[in-house]
Structure formats: structure tokens, C-alpha cells
């Protein structure tokens, strides 16, 4: 599986952005999709995470009630509305995939990942 973000920028505080994740190949349906961000001097960490078929999904607290993740298995990709974006929302936000058949927020229990998008909020 092959991974492909977009969607990042630049964007006052308050403001929104979609990220969007299209994915290669035939098996996109069969993953567990994610989306972690990484700010600079941090650690990656998860945001948020959706279930095959779209009927789980998870946040991370920070992100809670701001951010909604969704997928289109017709057009093998996931998103990632946010909403209400803060300063501290900036970072490099990856997407990736995941073989299990449960959602998780494990870094490393995600198979695939894409290569990143840059988030930026101004204050």
C-alpha cells in the first residue's frame, strides 16, 4: 500500500483545513487507517484512527470534539477534517495503515505510511 497526504498549509488560528490520504492499490478497505502528527522536537503521535469500513473511530484528548477523521473505501481515501485549529495543532501530519483488524493507537502497529503533510497555525 502505497500512501499519499495532502491537503497542509498555512492557516490562522480558529480556521480549518482537510487533509486528504489516497491510497494505492486493491486492499485499501482492509486496513486500519490513521492519521499522526509529528511537531518539531516531538514525538509522532496519533490523532486519530478509523475502522475498516468506517464505523469506529478514535482521537487522541487534544484533538477531541476539533477534529473528524472519515474514509471513502470507493475512492481508497481517508480524511482529516480539523476544525478550530491551535498553534500547538502545528506539525507534520502522516497518515498510515494498518493490517490489524482493530483500531490502535500504537505507532508501530501501523504498517504503511505516507509521507507527510505540513500543518501550519499562526496565532
Known amino acids: 500500500v502505497q500512501l499519499q497526504a495532502s491537503g497542509g498549509g498555512l492557516v490562522q488560528a480558529g480556521g480549518s483545513l482537510r487533509l486528504s490520504c489516497v491510497a494505492s492499490?486493491?486492499?485499501?478497505?482492509?486496513?486500519?487507517m490513521g492519521w499522526f502528527r509529528q511537531a518539531p522536537g516531538k514525538e509522532r503521535e496519533f490523532v486519530a484512527g478509523?475502522?475498516?469500513?468506517?464505523?469506529?473511530?478514535y482521537y487522541a484528548d487534544p484533538v477531541k470534539g476539533r477534529f473528524t477523521i472519515s474514509r471513502d473505501n470507493a475512492k481508497n481515501t481517508v480524511y482529516l477534517q480539523m476544525n478550530s485549529l491551535k498553534p500547538e495543532d502545528t506539525a507534520v501530519y502522516y497518515c498510515?495503515?494498518?493490517?490489524?483488524?482493530?483500531?490502535?493507537?500504537?505507532?508501530?502497529?501501523?504498517?504503511?505510511w505516507g509521507q507527510g503533510t505540513l500543518v501550519t497555525v499562526s496565532s
Open positions: 498510515a495503515a494498518a493490517q490489524g483488524a482493530v483500531v490502535t493507537t500504537t505507532r508501530s502497529e501501523y504498517d504503511y
Open positions: 492499490g486493491r486492499t485499501f478497505s482492509r486496513h486500519v
Open positions: 478509523i475502522s475498516r469500513l468506517g464505523s469506529t473511530t
